[in-house]
């Protein structure tokens, strides 16, 4: 097999921080000579890592930002995502925005088959940690076909004609067409590879420790919240389930990540400091390392583009200091907002990552916290056992500087729900997709109304290019 991935510059240039991702991948490129020894596989695993989270279209920028502006928790002055947000698909720049991450997301699961195909060819017993690779692999090849099908996938509440053409599933690692799975068929296929992945990763359950650093003593099984982990898996379950509107599955697995013990919430200090591309060695489950997180344009959690772009919603403000659920000062209002923009956006500001970072967090882009797993567990016990969910609730919003739900003889709703999900993972790409799920309106712009119950509001086409490449 030719050239298919470069083992990607970023993980050639490591932090500071004493034994931090310590490694240099030899290989320059990714072909079947790499997987005749156990540090071929990680170097190719490493090489995937790079490439999710320094890739325009991929973690690194587009699949963050392109919900945020659908969402419009930002208006950009890239035209692209102007005319994506509301709904021009077709217009300048918002065609070569979708073909872009079409072809970046299915060229990382076509590496990640390559990897894939080749553990099956020698066993699970192959090398020691094969289970390891197998595992990560499996979830990381879920996780992109995850996000592809809730960009281009019909909603779930669709009829089954809108939701009978969604997104090929590609498993094997081929220039061959793949025909398209439904929404059903494709979160059938995301389910299953993560239920094999949570299978493979059982050792994290030794690896992973609740008391976290950001050095990598033990090499590849260590700084395990960089690697597509047992608990990312299932968290990531949990999403997939809550996604589809199974809350007693998604329950089932974000007990799972909770009851490991294995993360908490930070410290109240913690939001003093800005954190700026970092991942939180309490809360992060899952992240992607990444160096250029903390570049000149700062951001939260790992999102790149020049803050000049960027202008927030008209209602940031209110949202955070409103206090109709919750009363209390947020703490995510004064460390993420410096009064006119989000923290990260904003040039010249604090900044982390550097040459010289010896900071003792690290550096890169959030994919999973552990709060999402609470917000799951109070929706799915909302309607049976109302006092539940909003011990659920509250255990997640005192942590934000707000006083418990409960202390006011009130109960957590979904209304409240919806509202402090945005709150919380402003800027990462998740509120656009909670809208979908809901099939809630769009105020695009002042004169543009995207209804909710629209198919396509929350559809974005398969590029023209794919379609033709069918048709050849």
């Not at 090398?127 to 281009?152: P, V, W």
């Not at 209002?333 to 010289?356: M, P, Q």
């Not at 105020?443 to 398969?462: C, E, F, M």
Request: with cysteine; aromatic share 12%; proline share 2%.
């Amino acid at each position: 097999m030719k050239r298919i991935l470069s083992i990607l510059a970023a993980l050639l240039t490591l932090c500071s921080c004493s034994g931090f991702l310590d490694v240099n991948p030899k290989g320059e490129v990714f072909d079947n000579d790499m997987f005749v020894t156990a540090e071929g596989y990680e170097d190719a695993m490493y090489g995937i890592y790079a490439e999710l989270g320094t890739a325009q279209y991929l973690y690194s920028d587009y699949m963050y930002w392109i919900p945020e502006a659908l969402g419009i928790n930002v208006t950009i002055s890239d035209n692209g995502l102007q005319y994506m947000a509301t709904a021009q698909w077709t217009a300048f720049n918002a065609t070569s925005i979708r073909n872009g991450v079409w072809k970046a997301a299915y060229a990382a699961i076509n590496h990640l088959n390559n990897i894939i195909d080749h553990i099956e060819k020698g066993g699970d017993d192959e090398f020691k940690n094969t289970l390891l690779y197998k595992g990560e692999a499996l979830g990381l090849r879920a996780m992109i076909h995850f996000d592809l099908l809730r960009l281009f996938g019909a909603p779930v509440w669709a009829d089954a004609a809108d939701k009978e053409r969604a997104i090929p599933y590609v498993s094997r690692y081929s220039f061959s067409i793949t025909p398209f799975s439904s929404v059903d068929e494709a979160y059938e296929k995301i389910i299953a590879d993560l239920v094999e992945a949570e299978r493979c990763l059982a050792a994290d359950e030794t690896l992973l420790p609740a008391v976290r650093d950001n050095r990598s003593n033990g090499g590849f099984t260590s700084c395990r919240i960089i690697h597509m982990n047992l608990y990312a898996v299932q968290a990531l379950l949990a999403r997939v389930y809550w996604s589809r509107n199974d809350l007693d599955n998604a329950a089932v697995y974000a007990r799972k990540v909770i009851d490991s013990g294995k993360f908490t919430f930070r410290d109240k200090a913690a939001f003093v400091q800005y954190d700026n591309g970092t991942l939180d060695l309490h809360e992060t489950i899952f992240g992607l390392y990444s160096k250029a997180s903390n570049s000149n344009n700062a951001k939260k959690y790992g999102l790149t583009s020049t803050g000049s772009q960027f202008v927030l919603a008209n209602d940031w403000k209110s949202l955070y200091q409103d206090n109709s659920a919750s009363t209390g000062t947020d703490y995510r209002f004064s460390a993420w907002f410096d009064g006119t923009h989000l923290r990260y956006l904003v040039n010249n500001s604090y900044i982390e990552g550097s040459d010289s970072y010896t900071g003792t967090s690290i550096l890169g882009i959030n994919i999973l916290r552990i709060s999402e797993l609470y917000y799951i567990m109070a929706e799915a016990t909302m309607n049976s056992d109302p006092d539940a969910a909003t011990v659920w609730y509250d255990k997640a919003v005192t942590s934000r500087g707000l006083d418990a739900l409960a202390a006011s003889g009130s109960t957590v709703s979904a209304d409240i729900l919806f509202r402090e999900r945005r709150k919380e993972f402003y800027g990462e790409g998740l509120h656009w997709f909670d809208m979908k799920r809901l099939g809630k309106d769009i105020q695009a712009d002042p004169s543009t109304l995207l209804s909710g119950k629209d198919v396509n509001t929350y559809k974005i086409p398969v590029p023209t290019a794919e379609e033709e490449h069918r048709d050849e």
